[in-house]
């Protein structure tokens, strides 16, 4: 963390980035990501149950929108699908920051 200690606290200024909203800019945000992906095949990130998915889970944060996009393209990648789709999400078992806390313990625990 940047302010983690009073050294790098006094260094950088705290600026909070807003949460995106599912809107247009969110959708043309997943066209962007997916013009970038290395898969063989169009995956349509911005299709309703897509988008919606990867919002889901990604909270709105860039960061989790970012990983949970790379994640499922490089599972595409490996399983020879060349395309990211919504069972290909389900399979990663991803789970949403607000929940992660713990969420490998729990697991192992059940």
Known sequence: FVNATSEMATRFELVPIPRWQYDESYLMLL???????????????????LARQIFSLSEGLIGEIVSVVTK??????????????????DELGY???SQR?????RRQLI
Do not use: F, H, Y
């Open 72 to 89: 499922a393209a490089v599972a595409a990648l490996r399983s020879g699908a060349e395309r990211i789709t919504k069972a290909g999400i």
């Open 31 to 49: 066209d962007s990501l997916e013009a970038a992906l290395p898969l063989a095949k169009a995956s349509d990130l911005s299709d309703e149950t």
């Open 101 to 105: 806390r713990n969420a490998t313990l």
């Open 95 to 97: 789970i949403p920051i």
